[in-house]
Nanobody, 119 residues
Framework: QVQLVESGGGLVQAGGSLRLSCAAS????????MGWFRQAPGKEREFVAS????????RYSDSVKGRFTISRDNAKNSVYLQMNSLKPEETTVYYC????????????WGQGTQETVSS
């Protein structure tokens, strides 16, 4: 089992930046892929970014590429999402997630952290 706890959400003005953190516990993460997703009210959960822990390979959705950066800290067993040039339509709940390498779906989820971008 992997437990995930997000933090860092809050209120930011359009064009501003925010950094989300996700602390993982329960397992070493070398065999995991860590990801960030977001879900706005009434919409499906959307993939944002992921990182393969052991090799650092990253993926991004087209909508955030060039503005968001996912990173990890081995010593802190944490993954981060640096978000720049935020848009009001990106007001939503962000979720940290994990899955074993080779598994199709993310199967461990945090509780989510709310981010609000004001116009």
């Amino acid at each position: 089992q992997v437990q995930l706890v997000e933090s860092g959400g809050g209120l930011v003005q359009a064009g501003g930046s925010l950094r989300l953190s996700c602390a993982a516990s329960g397992r070493t993460l070398n065999s995991y892929v860590m990801g960030w997703f977001r879900q706005a009210p009434g919409k499906e959960r959307e993939f944002v970014a992921s990182v393969a822990w052991s090799i650092g390979y990253t993926r991004y959705s087209d909508s955030v590429k060039g503005r968001f950066t996912i990173s990890r800290d081995n010593a802190k067993n944490s993954v981060y999402l640096q978000m720049n040039s935020l848009k009001p339509e990106e007001t939503t709940v962000y979720y940290c997630a994990a899955k074993n390498i080779g598994v199709q779906k993310f199967n461990y989820w945090g509780q989510g952290t709310q981010e609000t971008v004001s116009s």
